[in-house]
C-alpha cells in the first residue's frame, strides 16, 4: 500500500518528468510532500501560477515532452488558465495537475470552489477529476500521451485533497511510444498529380513542421521541387536565411512582401500548418489557389483554403515519399527577384539607426543580435509591437530557436519562458525579447530564475506604452488614448534582484551593451529606449506595396 500521492509522483517519474512548475497550497499539500522524495523530479516554487504555466509551455515546445504545472485550487487553478490556454492554441504539450476540495464538499456552495474541470475544458484536450485513487495511473498515462500526441496541446488533471490523502495498491502503467500514421496511396498520388500539373508551387511551412522534426526533410523537398517557401511566426528557422529558396516570413494581418510570392502561385503546399497561425483570407483570399495539405490532422473546413490533396500523417515520411517520387523541379522564381527583395527589405537599416539617437529602432536592436549571437541562441519574444518585429525581421540559423506566443498572443510570456527554455536547454544560450508593459506582468520570476542559477539575458524594449495598440488606433482612428503608463528604474529593479541591469542611452551603445550582456554568465536586464513611431512607419510603408508580376 502507499499514498496516493506517492503513486501519482512514481507515474510522473515513469513519464520522464523532471521539472513541476507551481504553488503549494493547502489542498495540494500531500502532493508537494510527496514530491520531496522524489530524487528524479525538481519541485520549483514559482511566483505566479501564470509564470509557471508558461515556463511549462515553452519547456513543452522545446522539448517535445510534456511541461507540468501544478496549483492549489480557486484562484491558483485560474491563475494557470492564461499559460494553458497559449499552450492550447499553440499546440504546446502540457499537464496541469491542481489541487480541489474534498469530495465531501463539493455539491454545495463552499470556500473557494468552483468547477476548475468544466472551466478548462475549452482550452484543453483532456480535464478529468481524479476520484478514485486506483484509476491514477491510467489518467496519468493517457494524460500524458494525449497532451504529447498531435496535435499537441494542454491537459488538465484534478485532484481532490481527501482522494490525495487515500492509501492504494496500484502499479504504474508501461510508457508505450506514439503511434505513427501516414497518408493512404490515393491522396499521396493526388497531390503529386497536382504537383506535376502546378507551373508555380508555394510551399508554406507552419509550426506541425517543428513540432514533428520534419525541418530537414521540408528543405529536402523544397530543393528537390524548386518551390519558393515562408515560414509562418512559429516555423522559422526550417530554411537558413541565406538558403534562395526562403521567402522568409508570412503572418502579418498588414499585407507584406511575401504575398506577392503566394498571389503568383498556381498551387499551395501547406505544411503542417495551424489555422491559429495566420488565417487563409489573408494570404489566399482572391481567386484562391488549391491547396495540398500536408498535416497530422485533416485540413479545417474553409472557404478560403481549398483543399485539393489532404495528406494526414505523419509529416517526415509523407514529405521523403513526395521527395522520392515527384515527377521533376518546376525550378520557378516569383517575379521581382522577391527573394533579393525581401533580403534587402529585412536588412535595411534606416541612415539614422547609428547616429546617437536616444531612441532605437526596433529592427536596429534585432540586426546587432543577429550579429552577435551564436545560431544555437534561443530567443523568447513577449508580445507587443516587438513581436511583430521578431516574427518579420529576426531570422533565426537554425529551426525551433524563437518562440513565440502566436495562437493565443499572451502578454507576460517571455520571463517565464526564459526560464522553461534554458531547463530545457541548458547549454544554450537564452535572451527574451519584451516591452515595458509585458515585463512587470510577470518580472517576479526573475526571482525563481535567480533562485535556479539560470543565465539568460532579457532585453525590455521600453516607449512606456502600450505601443502595439497605439499603432491600432492611429491606423483605425488617427487618435491614441489609454495607453500610457510610467516605468520603474529597470536598472535598479534588477539590482534589487541581485541581478546586473544595464542602460542603452544612444544608439552607439547598443552593440557593445548587448555584447557585454551576453557575455555575462547572469541574469541581466537590458533597458532599450525604442522609436515607438517605427510601427506606424512600417504599416504605412507596406501599406504602399504593390506587387510586380
Not at 481549398?306 to 517526415?316: C, H, N, S, T
Not at 534606416?350 to 526596433?362: E, H, L, Q, V, Y
Not at 536586464?525 to 513611431?533: G, R, S, T, W, Y
Amino acid at each position: 500500500m502507499m499514498k496516493a500521492t506517492d503513486l501519482l509522483v512514481n507515474c510522473l517519474e515513469n513519464e520522464g518528468v523532471r521539472y513541476i512548475f507551481g504553488i503549494p497550497g493547502e489542498e495540494n499539500i500531500d502532493l508537494v510532500h510527496s514530491l520531496a522524495s522524489s530524487e528524479q523530479i525538481q519541485f520549483v516554487a514559482v511566483r505566479h501560477e501564470q509564470g509557471a504555466a508558461f515556463m511549462a509551455d515553452v519547456y513543452g515546445r522545446l522539448t517535445g515532452k510534456a511541461g507540468v504545472c501544478l496549483a492549489t485550487l480557486g484562484p491558483g487553478a485560474t491563475n494557470l488558465l492564461t499559460g494553458i490556454g497559449d499552450a492550447h492554441l499553440d499546440h504546446a504539450p502540457v499537464v496541469a495537475i491542481t489541487g480541489q476540495a474534498g469530495m465531501e464538499r463539493m455539491h454545495k456552495e463552499s470556500h473557494q470552489y468552483i468547477d476548475v474541470v468544466a472551466m478548462f475544458e475549452p482550452v484543453t484536450k483532456w480535464s478529468i477529476q481524479i476520484k478514485r485513487p486506483e484509476t491514477i495511473p491510467e489518467i496519468v498515462r493517457k494524460a500524458f500521451k494525449l497532451a504529447e500526441m498531435e496535435k499537441p496541446g494542454a491537459v488538465l488533471i484534478e485532484l481532490p485533497e481527501d482522494i490525495a490523502a487515500d492509501d492504494i495498491d496500484a502499479k504504474i502503467l508501461p510508457k508505450t511510444p506514439l503511434p505513427i500514421t501516414v497518408p493512404t496511396a490515393h491522396s499521396m498520388n493526388k497531390a503529386l498529380e497536382l504537383m506535376e500539373k502546378s507551373q508555380k508551387p508555394f510551399i508554406i511551412a507552419g509550426n506541425g513542421v517543428l513540432r514533428q522534426q520534419a525541418s530537414e526533410g521540408l528543405r529536402a523537398f523544397a530543393e528537390a521541387l524548386k518551390a519558393p517557401v515562408a515560414h509562418t511566426f512559429m516555423a522559422k528557422g526550417v530554411l537558413p536565411p541565406d538558403h534562395p529558396l526562403n521567402m522568409y516570413t508570412v503572418g502579418l494581418q498588414m499585407k507584406d512582401y511575401v504575398l506577392c510570392g503566394i498571389h503568383e502561385a498556381d498551387l499551395i503546399i501547406a505544411v503542417g500548418y495551424d489555422f491559429v497561425e495566420y488565417l487563409p483570407i489573408y494570404w489566399n483570399e482572391h481567386e484562391p489557389k488549391p491547396i495540398v495539405h500536408i498535416d497530422t490532422e485533416p485540413a479545417e473546413v474553409d472557404e478560403h483554403y481549398p483543399v485539393g490533396a489532404e495528406l494526414v500523417g505523419d509529416i517526415k515520411a509523407t514529405l521523403e515519399y513526395l521527395t522520392e517520387n515527384h515527377t521533376g523541379a518546376k525550378a520557378w522564381t516569383p517575379s521581382g527577384d522577391l527573394h533579393q527583395k525581401l533580403k534587402q527589405e529585412l536588412a535595411q537599416i534606416n541612415a539614422d539607426a547609428s547616429d546617437g539617437s536616444t531612441r532605437i529602432k526596433p529592427k536596429t536592436i534585432l540586426e546587432e543580435l543577429s550579429k552577435i549571437t551564436s545560431e544555437n541562441t534561443i530567443v523568447i519574444s513577449d508580445v507587443g509591437a516587438h513581436k511583430l518585429w521578431i516574427a518579420r525581421n529576426y531570422q533565426p540559423k537554425l529551426p525551433n530557436r524563437v518562440v513565440i506566443s502566436n495562437g493565443f498572443a499572451a502578454m507576460g510570456i517571455a520571463v517565464p519562458g526564459a526560464i522553461g527554455a534554458k531547463l530545457a536547454c541548458a547549454d544554450d544560450p537564452v535572451i527574451c525579447i519584451t516591452g515595458d508593459g509585458g515585463f512587470l506582468m510577470n518580472g517576479a520570476e526573475i526571482e525563481t530564475a535567480k533562485r535556479l542559477g539560470l543565465a539568460f539575458t532579457i532585453l525590455v524594449l521600453s516607449d512606456s506604452k502600450y505601443g502595439l495598440i497605439e499603432w491600432k488606433l492611429k491606423n483605425r482612428f488617427n487618435a491614441s488614448y489609454g495607453v500610457e503608463f510610467e516605468n520603474p528604474d529597470f536598472v535598479r529593479f534588477a539590482e534589487s534582484f541581485g541581478i546586473v541591469g544595464l542602460r542603452v542611452n544612444h544608439a552607439d551603445e547598443l552593440e557593445p551593451t548587448l555584447r557585454k550582456a551576453i557575455s555575462m554568465n547572469d541574469i541581466v536586464i537590458v533597458e532599450i529606449p525604442v522609436d515607438a513611431e517605427e510601427n506606424l512607419k512600417l504599416s504605412q510603408h507596406l501599406g504602399k506595396l504593390v506587387c510586380r508580376q
